[in-house]
């Protein structure tokens, strides 16, 4: 059974930092891209940032490029989203997924085979 759990949501303050952490179990976490999605009260979900499985390449959404940095730990199964400079616009759920179909869709939330439950981020102004 594939379970991806995501951890280290919160409530932060404008300019404050949280780093998102999402645990891997049931797949074979090395080989499979892994991204992380959001999605605000209202709004569809969106594409945050994605990560290859080597590690080798990572993207972003210009709206989180230069802030936030996507980064995985194979021997320990898990991603991470560091997030700094936070926004109030950065509120959200935000989701961890997995795909090992090409990379280079990466912002194609239907592209990803397994999705997390979700942890919620509140950025207050």
């Known amino acids: 059974q594939v379970q991806l759990v995501e951890s280290g949501g919160g409530l932060v303050r404008t300019g404050g930092s949280l780093r998102l952490s999402c645990a891997a179990s049931?797949?074979?976490?090395?080989?499979?891209?892994m991204g992380w999605f959001r999605q605000a009260p209202g709004k569809e979900r969106e594409f945050v940032a994605v990560?290859?499985?080597?590690?080798?390449?990572?993207n972003y959404a210009d709206s989180v490029k230069g802030r936030f940095t996507i980064s995985r730990d194979n021997a320990k199964n898990t991603v991470y989203l560091q997030m700094n400079s936070l926004k109030p616009e950065d509120t959200a759920v935000y989701y961890c997924a997995a795909k090992r179909s090409v990379y280079s869709d990466y912002a194609r939330a239907v592209t990803y085979d397994y999705w997390g439950q979700g942890t919620q981020v509140t950025v207050s102004s």
């Open positions: 049931g797949l074979t976490f090395s080989t499979r891209h």
């Open positions: 990560i290859h499985w080597n590690g080798g390449s990572t």
